[in-house]
C-alpha cells in the first residue's frame, strides 16, 4: 500500500529558503565563535575553537553548493510516494536506536575503541552483513581512521574502566 501525494508548489522556492537559510547560520555561527570559545595558546594541536571553525566552514561550503544546485535546477513539480514502514522495519530501526543508547554507557565503562568496536559489530550484524571479512575490513578501516585523525589533532579521548 503506498499514499501518492503531488505537490502543488514547487520544492524549488522550498530548496532555495532552506540554501539560504543554511548559509545565514554558518556566517553568524562563524561570527559568534571568538565570543563563545576561550583563545588557548599552544604550540600543538587542536584548540577549542578550532573544530567549531571547521564545522562552520563546511556547513558553508555545504548551504553554498547546496543554493548553486537549487539556482541550476529548474522549477519542478515532485510527486512523492510516501510507503509505510512495516513492523519489522520498525523493530529494526528500534534494536539501531537501543544500540546506539548503550554507546556512551559501554564508553564509560571499556573506553573509546572498545566500544566503538562493539556497537559498529552489532549494527553491521543487524543491517544484515553476514560476510566475516567485510566486518572486519570496515571495523578495521573505520578504527584506523579515527584513531589516525584523533591522533594527528592530539585530542583526548574518553577513557573506560577497563581501557
Not at 33 to 62: C, N, S, W
Not at 81 to 87: A, G, H, N, R
Amino acid at each position: 500500500m503506498e499514499v501518492v501525494c503531488i505537490m502543488k508548489k514547487s520544492l524549488y522556492w522550498i530548496n532555495k529558503f532552506l540554501a539560504i537559510i543554511t548559509l545565514i547560520f554558518s556566517i553568524i555561527f562563524l561570527i559568534l565563535i571568538p565570543y563563545q570559545t576561550m583563545e588557548v595558546h599552544q604550540r600543538y594541536g587542536a584548540k577549542p575553537r578550532d573544530f567549531p571553525y571547521l564545522l562552520g566552514v563546511l556547513v558553508l561550503i555545504a548551504g553554498s553548493i547546496m543554493l548553486f544546485d537549487v539556482l541550476k535546477e529548474k522549477k519542478q513539480y515532485v510527486k512523492i510516494v510516501i510507503e509505510p514502514l512495516y513492523k519489522n522495519e520498525i523493530v529494526k530501526l528500534l534494536k539501531y536506536i537501543t544500540a546506539l543508547l548503550f554507546l556512551p554507557i559501554l564508553m564509560k565503562k571499556l573506553g573509546f575503541f572498545v566500544s566503538i568496536i562493539i556497537i559498529l559489530l552489532s549494527l553491521l550484524l543487524l543491517s544484515g552483513v553476514k560476510n566475516k571479512i567485510t566486518i572486519f575490513i570496515v571495523e578495521f578501516s573505520l578504527v584506523l581512521m579515527i584513531y589516525l585523525i584523533i591522533t594527528l589533532m592530539q585530542i583526548h579521548l574518553p577513557d573506560g574502566i577497563l581501557f
